[in-house]
């Protein structure tokens, strides 16, 4: 019998899945659009349930359009030419608070994997190893020092201004947004920035380059807890009110694939979820996915529930100058009706 790589499994797997599907919808399929930010894992619950079939098997026939940025993916689902995003919670808060009530379905992690401060590689060799002597060193032209999100009001910038301003740092420096993940290490790589926040793919690559070395680990579980206490919903999926009140079938089928994908992850090993995940995340290595993957894993929410204490500790962090946006409540924020119909159906 023929050697069968487990990649070409979980293809095997897809598509098995992807045929019942078929079988099941027929010409009733439903059309539509998950939007997720960047070429990251931290978005993987979208391309498993697109990879394994569970998006077909729920009779949606979905397709995953790239946003470009945490914003870009807001701005899209607020012109209701994406069905479902995935992203900061802020991004539906700031769409309430604009007007155009929005709701998070589905949180995927208790704290931020994405808030790692990669600093130039030369500066580090110079001798800058905190953030406070991070703040104090100039530009060659006199200017602050240059920090880089993938965008502004994005995860990345959220949790990491936070931190700088616990530390009373962030206004010592200059916030900029550079994309998606080629155009983020390229500005680290071409030295157009001085500090890069991302994830541990991206540091891993950036270090096997020589572009980059960790400063600050925002992610580390002491550091979080010292700073924000606790666990807190940083991404979810998140849609329009206005979108789930037009077709609420629809959005329980979303809701339904994506609460089994994160049941799948949480039930295979890190080479699993990136095998079946790879087409999605091919701009950083395999080694570079892998290890961010098995960080996921420790941050990961497979329970899909928020309670009060979560939201109470994000509520400094959300409701602030820096992000504009006015207080809400836990019922104007989380839509908990569809996940729990989800979770009857297929208990974890």
């Not at 399929?29 to 070429?39: D, E, Q």
């Not at 550079?178 to 991206?202: F, H």
Request: aromatic content about 8%; charged content about 20%; hydrophobic content about 40%.
């Amino acid at each position: 019998m023929a050697n069968i790589s487990r990649r070409s499994a979980l293809t095997v797997i897809a598509a098995s899945g992807a045929a019942l599907a078929t079988r099941r919808a027929g010409a009733q399929a439903m059309a539509g659009r998950a939007i997720y930010p960047v070429a990251v894992p931290v978005y993987q619950t979208q391309f498993i349930a697109d990879r394994i079939g569970y998006f077909k098997e729920a009779g949606l026939d979905c397709k995953l359009l790239q946003g470009g940025s945490g914003v870009k993916t807001r701005e899209i689902i607020a012109s209701s030419q994406g069905d479902i995003g995935i992203g900061d919670v802020t991004h539906p808060m700031q769409l309430t608070n604009h007007g155009r009530a929005a709701r998070v379905l589905l949180p995927v992690d208790t704290r931020s994997n994405s808030v790692m401060f990669i600093i130039r590689k030369d500066l580090k060799d110079q001798g800058i190893n905190s953030l406070e002597a991070f703040t104090q060193w100039k530009r060659p032209d006199g200017r602050k020092p240059i920090v880089s999100v993938s965008s502004l009001g994005g995860t990345n910038h959220v949790w990491s201004s936070y931190y700088m301003e616990t530390m009373g740092l962030d206004d010592k420096v200059t916030w900029i947004g550079t994309g998606n993940v080629d155009t983020m290490l390229g500005a680290l790589k071409s030295k157009q920035v001085d500090i890069l926040v991302s994830s541990l793919s991206l540091l891993t690559d950036a270090q096997k380059n020589g572009w980059g070395e960790l400063l600050f680990d925002g992610t580390d579980e002491a550091i979080w807890n010292k700073h924000i206490g606790g666990k807190v919903p940083v991404t979810g999926h998140f849609t329009l009110q206005a979108t789930i009140d037009k077709d609420p079938a629809k959005m329980q089928a979303y809701v339904t694939a994506l609460w089994r994908a994160a049941q799948w992850i949480k039930a295979h090993k890190a080479d699993e979820v990136y095998d079946a995940i790879e087409p999605y995340v091919g701009s950083t290595s395999r080694e570079s996915n892998m290890l961010e993957i098995a960080s996921i894993q420790k941050v990961a929410d497979y329970d899909g529930r928020v309670d009060a204490a979560s939201f109470a500790r994000g509520e400094k962090v959300w409701f602030r100058e820096m992000t504009g946006i006015k207080p809400l409540k836990i019922a104007d924020v989380i839509n908990s009706t569809l996940i729990e119909a989800a979770r009857k159906a297929y208990p974890g």
